[in-house]
């Protein structure tokens, strides 16, 4: 998988991107990362990148054609006739989910623009963007942390990427549930002992055990998946 990020903020981006899981799959060759400062795409010398909107109101908007420039040097730099898809990180798109990471990981590029405090000139948005997605119901001062959320939440469904397998099968939300809780040595901690079943070595026992655990935690903190969940798979038996 191969990241382009257009930013005002590139180091943001590459010092996200360099640590840990990520940056072992970068080492490997397994992820690359491109950035590309939208303000070198500026042609005038002030190097100015936004302007005020059109019919009035507070803030400033990027301009459509340090935007467009940029896209244009990272399709150059991507260098093959295809289409790829370029998200724009805003909070005016829908909501980005495990299902929508497991999609964006089959894509051998992605382009990311980040957006900006006030926005970006919708004309470009038009000609260049394919997915608008958020990261939830909240306003972020830029688009940069949502791209790397979403780098990361993808990276890691990348063959190779993690080092153990199971780990992307098993976790949350991968079959609509929540993960049950889990535990490690020692035996007791702070009085509290670890649940009898995970010790007896009864297998069926552990996965009837963890399920119920799933459902109830999920039911507890995310009726709305819980819901979802029951729906489906009343609708199986
Ligand atoms: N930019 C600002 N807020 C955002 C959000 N919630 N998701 C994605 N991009 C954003």
Redesign the pocket.
Known sequence: MNFHVMTLFPELIEKGMNTGVLYRAMDRGILSLHTYNIRDYVADKHKRVDDYTYGGGAGMLLQAEHVYQTYLDVMRQIGEDRKVRVIY???Q?SVFTQAKAEELSKEEDLIFLC?HYEGIDERVLEEIVSDN???????????EL?SLVMMDAVSRLIPGVLNNDESAMTESFTDGLLEYPQYTRPEEWHGKKVPEVLLSGHHANVEKWRLEQSLERTRLRRPDLYEKWKAEHDNKS
Do not use: N, R
């Open positions: 990180t805003t909070p798109g957006g997605l958020s990261i939830g119901d909240y306003v972020l001062t830029g688009g949502a």
